[in-house]
C-alpha cells in the first residue's frame, strides 16, 4: 500500500510480523507512526485501525497478519502522543477536534478523497472515529465501533483524576500493568512497560479528559449513512452491554460479540475478530456493486 507523503520509520518495541512495515504519515501534529500491510490486494479496500488510551499502533501489529491472510490490506497509526509518535507538548494540543484532524490527514494520505476506506476505531480510538466520520463520511465505505461506547459510563467521570494519580513513573507503570491484566490479555509485557514510560503525559490527560465528557453522535452518525458494525469481547466490562445493543438499534448497525475476549479481542481472539469485521466488509462492497 503506497501512503502519500510517507517518510521512513524505525520499528518501535521490536521487529514486526512478516508482511508488514513501517512509516511515518506527516501531520500536523508532525510525523504519525504506522505499520501498513506490505502489499495491498487488488479489489481490496483498505482498513484503517485506530488505537485506545495508552495504546498504539502496536496494539494491531499481531491482529494485522490476521488481515493479511483475509486478503486485507491495513493501517494503524499511533495518535499523536502515544509511543513513537509526534508528541505536541500542553495539553492544550491534545483537544477531541486535534485527535479527529489526525484522523483525517492519515485517511487522506491513503487516498480516502479518491477511494474511501473502511474506518476501525478500539475504544478510544473509536470515539475519535466517530467523530471522524461525521465530520467528513465521505472519506469512509464503513466504521466499525470496537469495544467503544456512544458516550461515556459513569465511571469514566472519573478518568482524568485517576490519570493524574498515575501520571509518576510508578504510575505509569501501574496504569499498564493493570490494564494488560485485568481490561484486557497482551503477553509483551516490556513492550507495554516501555511504551508507558515514552508515551506523552499531555497525551494521556488530553485524552482522559475526553473520555470524561466526549459528546454522543449518534444522531448525525445514522444520518451520515455510513454502514456501521458494533462489536466487542463478551467479556469487556469498560462499556456495559446494554449501551453497545442501545447504540447498535439507534443506528441500525450490525451487533456480534467476540467469544473468548474482553477488551482488546484484537490480541485475545484475532481469528474470529479478524472474521467478523472482514465480512462486515465483504457485505458492505458487496451491496455497493
Known sequence: MQIRGEVHCEPFGGELPEGLRCLGIPSAAGVLTAVVTDEAVAGSTPALL????????????????????????????????????????GVKNYRLSDFVGD?????????AQENPVHLLGHSFGGVIARQAAVKAPELFRSLTLFSTGPRPPEGMRWTPLRQRLLSSTTGKRLSAWYISQFL??????????HRSLVTSEDSLMG?????ARYPDVSVPLRQSGLPVLITHGVGDSVWPERMHRQEAQVLGARYETIPDAKHSAQLE????????VTRFWEDVESLAD
Do not use: C, H, W
Open 103 to 111: 484522523l483525517i490527514e492519515v485517511a487522506r494520505s491513503m487516498g
Open 184 to 193: 484486557s490479555e497482551d503477553p509483551r509485557d516490556e513492550l507495554i512497560a
Open 269 to 276: 481472539n484475532p481469528a474470529v475478530l479478524a472474521d467478523v
Open 207 to 211: 485524552a482522559a479528559f475526553i473520555l
Open 50 to 89: 485506530v488505537p485506545g488510551f495508552t495504546g498504539s499502533k502496536e496494539d494491531f501489529t499481531p491482529f494485522m497478519p490476521y488481515l493479511v491472510q483475509r486478503s486485507r490490506a491495513a493501517l494503524a497509526y499511533s495518535q499523536r502522543g502515544q509511543a513513537d509518535s509526534a508528541a505536541p507538548v
